[in-house]
């Protein structure tokens, strides 16, 4: 069964540096997300990408965010200048395939990279 | 635009039954329940799109009333493998889903 997959599961970096988070989603998904989850709370919607753009972003995705599908696979979130309260498990989804209909489809939610930073 | 759930937490013996629910203050196009085990990702359950509508998955079932702005989840005879954190995602018109604050089931043999 096809899934979501996301690299590294652990990453350790130091304040002000820059990361970035990859996720593979799944094949035939046309919509792509990022979401947050600081430990023991809930999950916080960052982002979506659709045809190769931002679709909608929250509060939280300020300049410090970027993303990308830098190819045919793959889609990334960098964080430039890491800060101590960006420590969260980051969870890449995807969804909507072109035999959905484009709002009642589900979404699937890769593994998670847990982000710490020191 | 984030979801309120009820209850935050409950604790319940094998083959009891359980409701959680999930109300919005702004207009639902659909909702989304997903339930996370402790580490791993959230996992699907359901989508509830139009109002009135019920779903059901095994012993897990939610209705969705639209002009209420509210959904419940429905467990019945509920099996240790439904312990977890449930969330439901409200979806306000473009897909991306805001979670609740979760409600924590624990169940015990």
């Known amino acids: 069964e096809p899934e979501v997959t996301q690299t590294p599961s652990h990453q350790v970096t130091q304040m002000g540096q820059e990361v970035i988070l990859r996720c593979v989603p799944i094949?035939?998904?046309?919509?792509f997300y990022w979401y947050r989850q600081i430990l023991g709370q809930k999950v916080e919607f960052l982002v979506s990408?659709?045809?190769?753009?931002?679709?909608?972003k929250s509060e939280i995705f300020d300049d410090q965010f970027s993303v990308e599908r830098p190819d045919g696979s793959n889609f990334t979130l960098k964080i430039r200048s890491t800060k101590l309260e960006d420590s969260a498990m980051y969870f890449c989804?995807?969804?909507?395939?072109?035999?959905?209909?484009?709002?009642?489809?589900?979404?699937?939610f890769g593994p998670g990279t847990r982000l710490t930073v020191t | 635009q984030q979801p309120v759930q009820s209850p935050q937490a409950v604790i319940l013996r094998e083959g009891e039954d359980a409701v959680i629910n999930c109300s919005s203050s702004?207009?639902?196009?659909?909702v989304h329940w997903y339930r996370q085990k402790h580490g791993e990702a959230p996992v699907f359950l359901m989508i509830?799109?139009?109002?009135?509508e019920q779903k059901g998955h095994e012993k897990i079932s939610a209705s969705f009333n639209e002009k209420k702005q509210q959904s419940s989840l429905y467990l019945t005879a509920s099996q240790l493998s439904y312990s977890g954190t449930y969330f439901c995602?409200?979806?306000?018109?473009?897909?991306?889903?805001?979670f609740g604050t979760g409600t924590r089931l624990t169940v015990i043999p």
């Open positions: 989804a995807s969804g909507g395939s072109r035999s959905d209909e484009l709002n009642s489809y589900e979404q699937y």
């Open positions: 094949s035939n998904h046309l919509y």
């Open positions: 990408f659709y045809n190769n753009e931002i679709s909608e």
């Open positions: 702004k207009a639902l196009y659909s």
């Open positions: 509830l799109l139009k109002g009135g």
């Open positions: 995602g409200i979806d306000g018109g473009a897909n991306n889903l805001f």
